[in-house]
């Protein structure tokens, strides 16, 4: 009798132990939000220290991520804004970022950045639709890879044919790389 209720007390330890090990583990699983938006991935924390998945925090950021010798990371954000500027007819250019629906701008976009580390083999720039279709607007291989840098893009005469979000986005490629990194997200709203 007495061993059935040690191997009883010793089963339900284990279980309760178990139990106590899984839900530990469960709990230090964290969720991940940047500006109202859940990333993929969990974070982790172990022994009080935060864990975050790196890859889509800088994805998230607009921020080149390499990865260099004796186990380092490297993050860099450059600084890059944009402008969307509208030609009118007569001339004139002011900067937009709202159009009508089905209306035909001519626009280019002005960039300015600074803080790019990162040397860089190719930049390119494009919009996409409200319906996720995309047109590359300025493309340029081998830029300057200066710290501080401007650009202008061609005039480009564009549709907005459909009410929502136009995005326009620039992209980098890191030197020694074929991955494009987002750097720069303006949009553009149609209604």
């Not at 319906?131 to 893009?153: A, H, M, W």
Request: cysteine-free; proline content about 4%; hydrophobic content about 40%.
């Amino acid at each position: 009798m007495r061993f059935r209720k040690v191997l009883a007390s010793v089963i339900l330890l284990s279980l309760w132990g178990g139990s106590m090990i899984f839900a530990d583990t469960v709990s230090q699983k964290i969720k991940v939000t940047v500006n109202g938006s859940a990333l993929n991935d969990s974070g982790i924390v172990a022994d009080g220290t935060t864990y975050l998945p790196i890859r889509q925090l800088a994805d998230t950021f607009n921020a080149f991520i390499s990865w260099g010798d004796n186990k380092q990371v490297n993050i860099n954000r450059p600084n890059i804004h944009m402008m969307t500027m509208n030609v009118a007819p007569n001339g004139s250019v002011y900067p937009f970022q709202a159009v009508e629906k089905g209306s035909t701008v001519t626009f280019y976009v002005l960039v300015h950045g600074d803080s790019l580390k990162t040397p860089i083999s190719a930049a390119k720039m494009e919009i996409v639709d409200p319906g996720d279709s995309v047109k590359e607007i300025y493309y340029e291989s081998d830029p300057e890879n200066l710290n501080v840098f401007q650009l202008r893009t061609k005039e480009q005469k564009y549709k907005f044919g459909s009410e929502g979000e136009y995005k326009v986005r620039m992209y980098m490629k890191p030197a020694g790389s074929e991955e494009w990194t987002l750097v720069s997200e303006k949009l553009i709203f149609s209604k």
